[in-house]
């Protein structure tokens, strides 16, 4: 994997840990490219219950659009990664690239 | 664990005992919030107002996440919300902390913590100490926050909620700044003529000494100033944004000066598009050397260049030496910041609205207007009617550093022209300047 590819599970915890440290900007954009890699991936045929992942991306706009960002933060860390990782055993070679990940403390 | 009287009775002895005046002003919290007890995960969670209070699958973790932005061998912390004081309890683990203050951001939610979670832990330990959002002025570092508390601050925790948020996304702010140095290096190579053949902002300095300035934002309050601006005749020099231009040519108004900063040629082209601009021709516009030459180009007035404290423009500024304008995200801090240095002693801001009172984004007429009355995702601020008035993360944060700008000029006076857009610190209001007046008490 090259320095700017990352797995798509790496990227959602990177969204969550920047949901549950207040920082929304970062978080919203690791989650645009989250959702942005996703959409497309989750339709393809092999991804497995493609429904309940859609359900789940439904939940977690809603709860970043009401800034219930712990909750965001739980859907994509526990809930949403469950499936990725599943769908990772299905196609190991996948990857996201030129996702935001490092976090700096604001301190 | 389910709500319980003895527990929140065995919390809120501590704060009682050791913290009486904070007891005194939290015990009657009234603030109407909706609580239930969330066990639809494995750790059960308070959701209140829409919001969880934590996880609700690893809360010691995402404490400890959270604590993380503490410097392990820090002796002293701050920490914004109390949560459901996993967060306090993690940070007292240190041996080095000697010092952990914990700032409640809303006494309801706090209140509500204490019916469903232990917090004894923390309260009890004499390293801590207690405030309250409402009694502080600002920040403090280091510290940690519990966002879903930051969400839930009461009105009165507005301004301490907001800095947080803002010292929260400052190094992400930086960090896209720095991935746009590139394209904006290019574009002030392309203006290098424009920068040497220019004056510099520096002329302006000093040249309205003692007098009043006025400050035309770009929020949708300025229209409610137009016949006001038409009656002073003039007699204030006029400062715009750009975006505010075109709105205030409509109205029949020609600022003295215009001040543009911003590097995406699309958004700021049309300020400057469709409008008389030969009218200008005794009138400057100011502006940082990332603007796109086509709009520097199509002024037919004196321009003089400025720069930021960015580091961006250290080398250029080493050739040509301009001087600086406190800029901070909004082309109204550099504007302020003019009007300062003008030698001012009092700036009125217009339109300053740093909110969407109306639902609107900018005052009818500037190309950047839109209505936001439908967008759920906003966040809030107070206004001058002391009411949440939407606005978004940026505009709160520009806010806040307009805030902090000001209050670093204690000998200027400042004036918030509305009060429907966001309450500005120590910017009293016009409608309260102009009574002044009409009593004989003004200046």
């Known amino acids: ?107 | 664990m389910n709500e319980s009287l003895d527990l929140f009775r065995k919390n809120t002895c501590f704060i009682e005992r050791r913290w009486p005046e904070i007891w005194n002003r939290i015990k009657g919290a009234s603030q109407r919030i909706q609580a239930y007890w969330d066990q639809t995960t494995p750790q059960p969670t308070l959701f209140i107002d829409d919001i969880h209070l934590s996880s609700g699958y690893d809360q010691v973790s995402e404490a400890g996440l959270q604590a993380s932005l503490v410097p392990k061998s820090s002796p002293l912390a701050w920490l914004y919300g109390v949560g459901i004081g996993e967060v306090p309890r993690v940070l007292l683990q240190r041996s080095r902390l000697e010092r952990l203050t914990v700032v409640i951001l809303n006494p309801s939610v706090v209140m509500q913590s204490f019916r469903y979670f232990d917090h004894t832990c923390w309260l009890s330990d004499p390293r801590v100490d207690l405030a309250l959002a409402d009694n502080e002025q600002d920040i403090h570092f280091p510290f940690a926050a519990v966002p879903s508390c930051l969400q839930l601050a009461s009105e009165p925790a507005a301004r301490i909620r907001d800095l947080v948020f803002l010292e929260l996304a400052t190094p992400f702010i930086q960090a896209k700044h720095r991935a746009q140095d590139v394209e904006l290096l290019q574009r002030m190579e392309e203006n290098l003529n424009l920068i040497r053949c220019d004056g510099d902002v520096a002329e302006l300095f000093g040249s309205w000494q003692g007098k009043t300035i006025v400050v035309a934002a770009a929020g949708p309050t300025l229209a409610l100033h137009y016949d006001w601006l038409l009656a002073q005749d003039e007699k204030y020099c006029l400062i715009a944004v750009d975006a505010a231009l075109k709105p205030l040519v409509e109205a029949g108004i020609y600022p003295n000066v215009v001040v543009t900063i911003d590097s995406f040629r699309d958004g700021i082209y049309p300020f400057f598009s469709s409008i008389p601009l030969l009218r200008f021709s005794d009138k400057t516009l100011v502006y940082f050397p990332v603007v796109h030459g086509d709009v520097l180009k199509q002024w037919p007035g004196r321009r003089l260049g400025s720069y930021s404290t960015s580091t961006l423009y250290e080398r250029v500024r080493e050739h040509y030496p301009k001087e600086t304008l406190f800029s901070s995200g909004s082309v109204l801090h550099p504007s302020v910041d003019l009007a300062v240095k003008m030698g001012a002693s009092r700036v009125i801001l217009l339109g300053a609205d740093l909110s969407f009172p109306g639902g609107s984004s900018h005052v009818s007429g500037s190309p950047a207007f839109c209505n936001k009355a439908e967008d759920k995702s906003l966040h809030w601020v107070l206004n001058g009617h002391g009411k949440k008035v939407p606005t978004t993360a940026n505009l709160r944060g520009y806010l806040r550093d307009l805030e902090r700008y000001i209050a670093q000029c204690p000998e200027v006076e400042f004036v918030n022209g509305s009060k429907e857009g966001a309450h500005i610190q120590r910017a009293c209001y016009l409608e309260e300047m102009e009574n002044g007046r009409l009593r004989g008490i003004a200046h």
């Open chain 1, 1 to 107: 994997m090259a320095d700017s590819e990352v797995s798509p599970i790496s990227a959602s915890k990177a969204a969550a840990d920047a949901f549950r440290l207040g920082m929304e900007g970062q978080a919203s954009l690791n989650l645009i490219k989250l959702i942005d890699f996703l959409s497309p991936w989750i339709q393809e045929p092999g991804f497995p219950n493609r429904k309940e992942m859609n359900r789940l991306l439904g939940e977690l706009l809603a709860a970043q659009s009401r800034k219930d960002y712990l909750r965001a933060a739980d859907l994509l860390e526990y809930e949403i990664a469950r499936w990725i990782t599943v769908g990772e055993t299905c196609s190991p070679d996948i990857v996201m690239k030129d996702v935001p990940l490092k976090i700096c403390p604001p301190n």
